[in-house]
């Protein structure tokens, strides 16, 4: 029988053709299984570089955004600075909390956003809002520095549950 070429080699063999199956296996060159994908030698890689950059002197490099998380910071940033979302629309109270509330949680210090941020004054009394703080900490759960913002006090926030007594504790002893 003729060798097999082009797409004869892959049709399948039929159960006459046996004899061709084992022949084109002895053929085949045996080759070493690759373990640079295993996922030991995965894990081993990311450890060393771990190990590395903590023993390296670069564990700072760890705490460094990349660049579309950076350029978010930044917009986040001017976006409090000018008080408009986009460079159109007016900020919220709301917008104004959840952008602290995630310039926070990228690492930015409290006293670079008061720096850029507008506090806002609250000219309400404190118990037209505790309910309305109260309902608001439970759905989203901002951190209790991102209130001081848009005009919150500790009073308020301590009458809407989101400020303990134990926090307040420990800010009297610092």
């Known amino acids: 029988m003729p060798p097999l070429k082009g797409r004869a080699k892959t049709a399948k063999l039929g159960k006459s053709d046996d004899h061709l199956r084992d022949a084109r296996e002895l053929v085949r060159p045996l080759r070493a299984p690759n373990r ?4 030991e030698a995965i894990e081993k890689r990311r450890v060393a570089r771990v190990f590395n950059d903590i023993l390296g002197g670069r564990g700072a ?18 976006e409090l600075e000018a008080g408009k979302a986009r460079g159109s629309r007016e900020l919220k109270p709301l917008d104004v909390l ?10 930015e210090p409290l006293s670079s956003i008061r720096k850029v941020a507008k506090i806002r004054k609250n000219a309400l009394p404190p118990e037209a809002i505790v309910g ?3 309902r608001l900490h439970r759905a989203y759960g901002f951190r209790p520095e991102v209130y001081r913002f848009v005009g919150i006090g500790e009073d308020v926030l301590r009458d809407a549950g989101v400020l303990s007594e134990s926090a307040k504790r420990a800010r009297s002893k610092k």
């Open 132 to 134: 309305v703080v109260e």
């Open 61 to 78: 490099a760890l705490q460094k955004l990349d660049g579309r998380t950076e350029k978010r910071r930044q917009r986040l940033l001017k």
């Open 98 to 107: 959840q952008r602290v509330q995630e310039l926070m949680d990228l690492g």
């Open 36 to 39: 640079r994908g295993s996922p």
